[in-house]
């Protein structure tokens, strides 16, 4: 059964998206999960939810979610600022915040629909996770580069649960020795995966570790994209 937070109730939340999200929490057990292993690197993928339950949630989430604006829409990236390809936004417990490439991203309070899908990742994977970052991609443009979420503050025994909603789009992961030049180099094939409307990939320890992980440019494939990475942040 899911947990549903005290200062939640009926009147504020979206019915139709909960029911649903409730019900798929019910059947857990029907979710099959896809296993991707490599030197290192351990990834589980399935479809998580139905089509139609899939588009509910994003339309809602198209409704509902407020992206940052300002300062909160650069990187720093080898000591030069830059507007990230992308629209991001954090959501999570009281006090959370989320640092990387010279920006440290503060979570908003979670809202009964991100608190839903939290409680079925919960009764999926067994994990609590009280951090999500929301990348929404415009258009078959926006894109995020090769890079590792091996900050300190993250739970290393934790995996990042990522769900996928509207343009199929690659999730590709380089082994960091691939990524080297000269004799360091090693030959480790690189992996790729189609990322699917209603899906859910678990990057599992210790994959950020050693695999730098990226969603490259498909400007044929022009539809909007909204990616949640769920995270679990150790509070200091």
Same mark, same amino acid.
């Given at each position: 059964?899911?947990?549903?937070?005290?200062?939640?109730?009926?009147?504020?939340?979206?019915?139709?998206?909960?029911?649903?999200?409730?019900?798929?929490?019910?059947?857990?057990?029907? *979710?099959?999960?896809?296993?991707?292993?490599?030197?290192?690197?351990?990834?589980?993928?399935?479809?998580?939810?139905?089509?139609a339950?899939?588009?509910e949630?994003?339309?809602?989430?198209?409704? %509902?979610v407020?992206?940052?604006?300002?300062?909160?829409?650069?990187?720093k990236?080898? #000591?030069?600022w830059?507007?990230?390809?992308?629209?991001q *936004?954090?959501?999570?417990?009281?006090?959370?915040?989320?640092?990387?490439?010279?920006?440290s991203?503060?979570?908003?309070?979670?809202t009964?629909?991100?608190n839903?899908?939290?409680?079925?990742?919960?009764?999926?994977?067994?994990?609590?996770?009280?951090?999500?970052?929301?990348?929404?991609?415009?258009?078959?443009?926006?894109?995020?580069?090769?890079?590792?979420?091996?900050?300190?503050?993250?739970?290393?025994?934790?995996?990042?649960?990522?769900?996928?909603l %509207?343009?199929?789009?690659?999730?590709?992961?380089?082994? %960091?020795?691939?990524?080297?030049?000269?004799?360091?180099?090693?030959?480790?094939?690189?992996?790729?995966?189609e990322?699917?409307?209603?899906?859910?990939?678990?990057?599992?320890?210790?994959?950020?570790?050693?695999?730098y992980?990226?969603v490259p440019?498909?400007k044929?494939?022009? #539809?909007?994209?909204?990616?949640?990475?769920?995270?679990?942040?150790?509070?200091k």
């Amino acid at each position: 059964m899911i947990v549903i937070a005290q200062n939640e109730t009926d009147e504020n939340r979206p019915p139709k998206c909960f029911r649903a999200l409730e019900q798929l929490a019910k059947n857990k057990a029907v *979710v099959k999960m896809k296993k991707t292993t490599a030197e290192n690197l351990d990834l589980d993928y399935a479809v998580l939810m139905p089509g139609a339950v899939a588009d509910e949630l994003m339309r809602q989430l198209e409704d %509902g979610v407020e992206y940052y604006e300002g300062a909160l829409t650069k990187v720093k990236v080898f #000591g030069r600022w830059h507007e990230i390809p992308r629209q991001q *936004v954090a959501y999570g417990d009281e006090g959370m915040k989320y640092a990387f490439s010279g920006t440290s991203l503060p979570a908003k309070p979670w809202t009964p629909l991100l608190n839903d899908v939290r409680n079925l990742l919960y009764e999926v994977t067994g994990f609590r996770y009280n951090f999500v970052l929301i990348n929404r991609y415009r258009n078959g443009k926006d894109h995020i580069g090769e890079h590792r979420d091996d900050e300190k503050e993250l739970d290393k025994n934790t995996p990042i649960a990522s769900v996928s909603l %509207g343009q199929k789009r690659a999730f590709v992961v380089k082994h %960091g020795d691939a990524r080297k030049k000269g004799p360091a180099r090693r030959d480790i094939q690189t992996v790729k995966l189609e990322l699917e409307h209603g899906s859910l990939l678990l990057m599992n320890p210790p994959t950020n570790e050693y695999w730098y992980h990226s969603v490259p440019p498909r400007k044929l494939e022009n #539809g909007v994209r909204i990616n949640l990475t769920f995270r679990k942040i150790n509070k200091k």
